[in-house]
C-alpha cells in the first residue's frame, strides 16, 4: 500500500540556517504529493503541493521538488524564522481513485533566535 | 471565512460513555472525512464521505460511526468510550475527490477517555 517516510525529529535551527526535511513515498501510479504544516493548537493547513513529476511547489519561502526517479519530495527553505516553528506533515494522495490521504508521521521544528 | 468547524474543542469522557464530535464546511465541499492524530503515528483516516449520501471506511474505523447529515455537515459518533480512543480528532473536507484537491483542516477536537 502506500506509505510517506519522513525525517524524524524534533529539528532545531537557528534562525536564518537553511532547512531541508526529507520525506520519501511509496506509492503506484502517479500519486499527488503534499506538504501540510501544522502550528501549535491547530490543525493542518496546507503549505504546497505538486501533482507531477518534477513540479515545484512553493510557497512563504519554502519549496519543495516532485521526484520520481528518486520518490522523494524533500521540503527546503533558504532562511528559517522563528515563526516557521510547527509540526511539518508530508502527505501522498493516490490517482487510483483512492480518497485517502496518506501522511508521515511528522517533524517538529524549532527555530531558536 | 469559517472553513471547517469542529466541536467541541475539548472533552473528557469516561470509559463506556457515548459521544458525537460535530463537523461542518461552508465552503461547498463534496468531500468530507474524519481523521484521528497520535503522537508519533500521524494522521490515520477514520472514515469519509466521498459525497453526500456516502461513507466508507479508512484505516481505523473500529469503534466509530459517522454520519453525512448533509453536504455541510459530517458527524464522528462514539458509542462505547476506551482509552485507546483518547487522541485530537480532525475533520477535513476536499472540493472534489481527485487527487491533486488538497484537504482543509478543521482546528481538532481533543478527546480524552478515562
Known amino acids: 500500500g502506500d506509505s510517506v517516510t519522513q525525517m524524524e525529529g524534533p529539528v532545531t535551527l537557528s534562525e536564518e540556517a537553511f532547512l531541508t526535511i526529507n520525506c520519501t513515498y511509496t506509492a503506484t501510479g502517479y500519486p499527488s504529493l503534499f506538504w501540510y504544516v501544522q502550528y501549535p493548537g491547530e490543525g493542518l493547513q496546507l503549505l504546497l503541493k505538486?501533482?507531477?513529476?518534477?513540479d515545484k511547489g512553493s510557497n512563504k519561502g519554502f519549496e519543495a521538488t516532485y521526484r520520481k526517479e528518486t520518490t522523494s519530495f524533500h521540503l527546503e527553505k533558504g532562511s528559517v524564522q522563528v515563526s516557521d516553528s510547527a509540526v511539518y506533515f508530508c502527505a501522498l494522495r493516490s490517482n487510483f481513485g483512492n480518497e485517502k490521504l496518506t501522511f508521515g508521521t511528522g517533524t517538529r521544528l524549532t527555530i531558536i533566535p | 471565512n469559517a472553513g471547517v468547524t469542529q466541536t467541541p474543542k475539548f472533552q473528557v469522557l469516561k470509559t463506556g460513555q457515548s459521544m458525537t464530535l460535530q463537523c461542518a464546511q461552508d465552503m461547498n465541499h463534496n468531500s468530507m472525512y474524519w481523521y484521528r492524530q497520535d503522537p508519533g503515528m500521524g494522521l490515520r483516516l477514520i472514515y469519509y464521505s466521498a459525497s453526500e449520501g456516502t461513507t466508507d471506511k479508512g484505516e481505523v474505523p473500529n469503534g466509530y460511526n459517522v454520519s453525512r447529515l448533509n453536504k455541510r455537515e459530517f458527524s464522528l459518533r462514539l458509542e462505547s468510550a476506551a482509552p485507546s480512543q483518547t487522541s485530537v480528532y480532525f475533520c477535513a473536507s476536499s472540493e472534489l475527490s481527485s487527487n491533486n484537491s488538497p484537504l482543509h483542516f478543521g482546528n481538532g477536537t481533543r478527546l480524552t477517555v478515562t
Open positions: 505538486a501533482t507531477k513529476a518534477d
